[in-house]
T-cell receptor, first 112, second 116 residues
Framework: QKEVEQNSGPLSVPEGAIASLNCTYSDRVSQSFFWYRQYSGKSPELIMSIYSNGDKEDGRFTAQLNKASQYVSLLIRDSQPSDSATYLCAVNFRSGYSTLTFGKGTMLLVSP | GAVVSQHPSWVICKSGTSVKIECRSLDFQATTMFWYRQFPKQSLMLMATSNEGSKATYEQGVEKDKFLINHASLTLSTLTVTSAHPEDSSFYIC????????????FGPGTRLLVL
C-alpha cells in the first residue's frame, strides 16, 4: 500500500516567520512530488512540483526533496495570514502514470 | 494556462435522482482527467481515472455503475451520480493532467453535492 504521511497540525506560526511543512512517503522509487494548497471549501491549487533531490525555490516557497530518506518538505518564508490553508503533499508512485496519492494535509495557521 | 472548470458548483437534489457534473479543460487538451471525492475534514480520495475515448478506471471500492464517467472529448469529462443518496453528499473535484501530458494535475473548482 502506497502511503503519503503528513502531520495534520494545525501548525501555528506568527506572521513573517518561516513555516516548515513535512511529508514522508512509503515507496523509495517514487519520482514525482507535488505540493498543493487548499483553502477551506475550495479545491487544491498547485504550489510547486519537485523531481530531483535538493531544493527548488519559487518566490517565498522552497520545496526540499530527500529521496534516500523518503522525505519532502515545503518551506514558506515570510509567512502571511493569507497563507493559512491546508497544504497537501502528493506523490506519483508510478513513473509514467499520472495518478497521484495525496496525504491528508497539514493545516497551517499564520497569525497576524 | 491549464485552467479547469466544473459545472455546476453547487447542486441540491432529492434522494433517488441522478446528477451530472461536467469537467472541462479550458485552454488545453486533456487526455486524462481524474475524479476525486472529499468529505469534510478528510483528504482527497481518487474515485476514477478518465481517459479520452476509453473506459474509466475505477479505484477499489468505487461502484462504476453508480458513478458513471464519460470522457468523450479531449476537453470534457462528465461524472454522473446515479440514484443519489444522502451518503453521496460530498465535494466532488475533477482534475486534468496538464498540457503536453505532464504529470502535474490541475484541479477544477469542485462541485458540492447535497442529497436530501
Amino acid at each position: 500500500q502506497k502511503e503519503v504521511e503528513q502531520n495534520s497540525g494545525p501548525l501555528s506560526v506568527p506572521e513573517g516567520a518561516i513555516a516548515s511543512l513535512n511529508c514522508t512517503y512509503s515507496d523509495r522509487v517514487s519520482q514525482s512530488f507535488f505540493w498543493y494548497r487548499q483553502y477551506s471549501g475550495k479545491s487544491p491549487e498547485l504550489i510547486m512540483s519537485i523531481y530531483s533531490n535538493g531544493d527548488k525555490e519559487d518566490g517565498r516557497f522552497t520545496a526540499q526533496l530527500n529521496k534516500a530518506s523518503q522525505y519532502v518538505s515545503l518551506l514558506i518564508r515570510d509567512s502571511q495570514p493569507s497563507d493559512s490553508a491546508t497544504y497537501l503533499c502528493a506523490v506519483n508512485f508510478r513513473s509514467g502514470y499520472s495518478t497521484l496519492t495525496f496525504g491528508k494535509g497539514t493545516m497551517l495557521l499564520v497569525s497576524p | 494556462g491549464a485552467v479547469v472548470s466544473q459545472h455546476p458548483s453547487w447542486v441540491i437534489c432529492k434522494s433517488g435522482t441522478s446528477v451530472k457534473i461536467e469537467c472541462r479543460s479550458l485552454d488545453f487538451q486533456a487526455t486524462t482527467m481524474f475524479w476525486y471525492r472529499q468529505f469534510p475534514k478528510q483528504s482527497l480520495m481518487l474515485m476514477a481515472t478518465s481517459n479520452e475515448g476509453s473506459k474509466a478506471t475505477y479505484e477499489q471500492g468505487v461502484e462504476k455503475d453508480k458513478f458513471l464517467i464519460n470522457h468523450a472529448s479531449l476537453t470534457l469529462s462528465t461524472l454522473t451520480v446515479t440514484s443519489a443518496h444522502p451518503e453521496d453528499s460530498s465535494f466532488y473535484i475533477c482534475s486534468a493532467r496538464g498540457p503536453r501530458g505532464g504529470e502535474t494535475q490541475y484541479f477544477g473548482p469542485g462541485t458540492r453535492l447535497l442529497v436530501l
